[in-house]
């Protein structure tokens, strides 16, 4: 006779399982984001990803059919190429975080508008908000596995470029680095990990993996590896944490993830605020 | 309460859900995956499936549809 416990790892064991591999390159990306001071650009780029999705319903699509996957990511490529145009090295009346924060409230709206016309569009914009982490299957954690191994190494062979265009672009235009060009593609591979990743987990819960891990590392560490090592670290542990609340007290998944990280965040804050007090 | 659904299936072999179609469909997915059971779409409205523009397709199409699902579980 099955235990409780016995039912409970067979359905959170692979959301376990992709809380382990997925987190690294979000962690690697969300450390680009804080150090461009473009915190919001990922959930900009998660609600885009979620137009698009909402433009393939629209056309009579489902949520899972592979044509709603492929709209999804070209929509969300015009709003990587549109953040990476949008960024500029010269002082600007208007900064690029307020056009991310516009972007992300007219997409949003937008989702809200498009779903208005679609049969059973509220559920839908719930499932786009909060994602479906808890019924990832093995088969969606291996796609996506392949995805991230291919993007992670993409991003680790042009590491150095990244990090320069990152944290000085003034010295990268000086050296004669094409900024736009490698923006683009930093934001176009981001674009895919988004796309790939809101579907099984939402925007919030994506945008919480992304920035909070990233943000511990940065208030934790100097040195890339080191906040890449901690990011990780706070990743899984917030899952865990979050995996065992939903299943102990019967809470949404994702959502529960999402406030174990601010839990872990928070206490972060108070270890560093002591620490150097 | 995904786990008691998925204890108190086993225990009472329950092989078919219904979901509505505009529910979360992936969720019943995981449920019939650890319970062996079919999941199937039980439209409350003529018009919501096709081929069930009238109540009596509707219903005519919801008890085909069960008697499909517990038919294939022998």
Known sequence: ?277 | HLAQVIGKMKANNVKVILVQPFQNRRTAETVARQTGATVIDAPQQPGAARNAGSYFDNMDNLVRSIAVALGAQK
């Open chain 1, 1 to 277: 006779m099955t235990t409780d416990w016995q039912v409970a790892w067979e359905v959170m064991k692979w959301p376990f399982v992709a809380s382990l591999l997925f987190p690294p390159l979000l962690v690697y990306l969300g450390l680009h984001v804080v150090k461009r001071e473009v915190i919001f650009v990922d959930l900009a780029l998660a609600q885009v990803a979620t137009l698009g999705t909402c433009v393939a319903l629209l056309m009579g699509y489902h949520f899972d059919d592979r044509p709603t996957f492929w709209i999804s990511l070209a929509v969300t490529f015009l709003g990587a190429a549109f953040f990476s145009w949008s960024r500029s090295t010269k002082k600007t009346p208007v900064p690029q975080e307020a056009i991310i924060g516009i972007t992300f409230v007219v997409a949003a709206a937008g989702v809200i508008l498009l779903l208005s016309r679609v049969a059973g569009g509220k559920e839908e914009l719930e499932h786009l908000l909060t994602g479906d982490i808890l019924n990832v299957t093995k088969g969606e954690v291996g796609q996506r596995l392949l995805v991230f191994v291919a993007l992670g190494a993409f991003y680790g062979a042009f590491h150095r470029r990244f990090v320069l265009i990152s944290s000085d672009p003034e010295r990268a235009f000086a050296e004669r680095v094409s900024v736009r060009l490698w923006d683009f593609l930093f934001y176009a591979a981001f674009a895919l990990v988004v796309v790939s990743f809101v579907r099984l987990a939402g925007v919030l819960l994506t945008f919480a993996y992304l920035i909070v891990p990233a943000v511990c590392g940065t208030m934790l560490a100097q040195d890339w590896m080191k906040r890449l090592v901690i990011g990780w670290v706070v990743a899984v542990s917030a899952s865990v944490l979050g995996l065992w609340a939903s299943y102990s007290m019967d809470l949404p998944t994702g959502a529960a993830i999402v406030v174990a990280a601010g839990v872990l965040l928070a206490i972060v804050g108070v270890f560093t605020a002591v620490r150097s007090g």
